[in-house]
Every structure is written in C-alpha cells, then in structure tokens.
C-alpha cells in the first residue's frame, strides 16, 4: 500500500484517484472547486479543498511523507509548473505530472517533476497501432524501446510448435502467453502448437515486433 497525494480532480486526476484507491493505496484528493472535490469523496481516504499554488496550503499538507505525488492540473498550464516546484520545494519524494505538450513536459521536468504523462497523446499513439492494423488487437508500451503486443497467429506458424519455429532465436521475442475466446494461458511451453484462432500476448524490442506484425 502507497500513500498517494492527486492535485487536480479533472477527469485524470479523478480517475487516477479511484483506481488507486480501489487497489488498496491511502489517496488524498485535492482541488480549488468543492465540487470536484464533493465528487472524489467515496473513491478517496480523505480530500481536500485548496489552491496547489498556494505555499501556505502546500506546506501544511506534509507532502514529504507521501510516496507519489500526482499533478492533474488540466487546462492551466502555469497552475501545474507551479505546483510541481512547490511540491518539490516542500519534499515531495515522486512527482508524476500530466502534460498535453512536448514543451509543457520539457518545462515540468525543469521544475521538479520526476516523470511526465501525456494522457491524450498515449491513448492516442495506442488506439493508433490497436486499430491501423488488422493483426494487433491491443498494445502496451513499456519504455522507448520495448512494448508488449497482442497479435493474431502469422499464417505460417500455424501447425507448428514453438520449438519447431525458433521463437525466440530468429523473431528475437518472447511469448508472454496465447489467448483463446478471452481466457489467458500464460507462459506456453515450448510443445505449444499454434493454432489458427488464438492470439498471441508477445514482447519485445519495437523494431523487431514491427518487422513480424
């Protein structure tokens, strides 16, 4: 369980807040509008109602014993930079702030904050490699480098085993696990046949996935 602190109550930081909380992690919520505020109540330990570019509301919070604290500001750029440098200036251990620009993230980053999401440009680079192919059905990026894929049987592998086709030598992936009418069977050994309409759950470097897919 982690002690999470969410400045900003749009519909990120609202959603960061509940899922965060539904997995067993104490969140305390903060924004200027009680409405907001009203809204995340069920979904949060506990919230507040301030101004995160107010050093007098920020210095009480105790933002030191937190061990992530979240920027959501949306819509007001100069309200994020600012709260993340007092959130830096106060102690703030991790600081994960949302920007919507590649120069807003590059500013933040400047100002203190640890690590940058781009909520509308990775959901779109997502949907973009999900739904401009016929063979991907989902995609997770882990770093610059390396993603996880979920993809449908290349035709040539059909029949044949993972051992027979050398996975992991000549593609240079591993397979995760292969998919069959929704149920998940993790890790398939190496007698595994590939079968027509399964799909397979893969990870690897991006360059070599794209070369396969």
Same mark, same amino acid.
């Given at each position: 369980?982690?002690?999470?602190?969410?400045?900003?109550?749009?519909?990120?930081?609202?959603?960061?807040?509940?899922?965060?909380?539904?997995?067993?992690?104490?969140?305390?919520?903060?924004?200027?509008?009680?409405?907001?505020?009203?809204?995340?109540?069920?979904?949060?330990?506990?919230?507040?109602?301030?101004?995160?570019?107010?050093?007098?509301?920020?210095?009480?919070?105790?933002?030191?014993?937190?061990?992530?604290?979240?920027?959501?500001?949306?819509?007001?750029?100069?309200?994020?930079?600012?709260?993340?440098?007092?959130?830096?200036?106060?102690?703030?251990?991790?600081?994960l702030a949302r920007a919507g620009r590649d120069v807003h993230a590059k500013f933040l980053l400047r100002n203190g904050a640890d690590e940058i999401v781009?909520?509308?440009?990775?959901? =779109?680079?997502?949907?973009?490699?999900?739904?401009?192919?016929? %063979? !991907?059905?989902?995609?997770?990026?882990? @770093?610059?480098? +390396?993603?996880?894929?979920?993809?449908?049987?290349?035709?040539?592998?059909?029949?044949?085993?993972? =051992?027979?086709?050398?996975?992991?030598?000549?593609?240079?992936? %591993? !397979?995760?696990?292969?998919?069959?009418? @929704?149920?998940? +069977?993790?890790?398939?050994?190496?007698?595994?046949?590939?079968?027509?309409?399964?799909?397979?759950?893969?990870?690897?470097?991006?360059?070599?996935?794209?070369?396969?897919?």
């Amino acid at each position: 369980m982690k002690s999470i602190l969410i400045v900003g109550l749009g519909r990120f930081g609202r959603y960061m807040a509940q899922y965060l909380y539904e997995r067993g992690n104490e969140v305390m919520a903060i924004d200027s509008v009680e409405e907001k505020v009203n809204m995340v109540l069920p979904f949060v330990t506990n919230a507040q109602i301030g101004d995160a570019t107010n050093e007098q509301f920020i210095a009480q919070l105790g933002v030191g014993n937190f061990d992530l604290c979240v920027v959501a500001i949306e819509n007001n750029f100069q309200s994020s930079l600012e709260a993340t440098s007092l959130l830096k200036d106060y102690g703030a251990r991790f600081v994960l702030a949302r920007a919507g620009r590649d120069v807003h993230a590059k500013f933040l980053l400047r100002n203190g904050a640890d690590e940058i999401v781009y909520t509308e440009k990775e959901m =779109a680079e997502r949907m973009a490699v999900k739904y401009g192919s016929d %063979n !991907i059905f989902d995609y997770i990026q882990l @770093d610059d480098e +390396y993603s996880i894929y979920e993809i449908s049987v290349p035709e040539s592998w059909v029949g044949r085993t993972i =051992a027979q086709k050398n996975i992991r030598a000549k593609y240079n992936i %591993n !397979i995760l696990a292969t998919k069959e009418d @929704d149920v998940m +069977y993790p890790n398939p050994g190496p007698d595994h046949v590939f079968l027509e309409e399964e799909r397979l759950v893969i990870m690897g470097h991006n360059r070599d996935i794209e070369k396969l897919v």
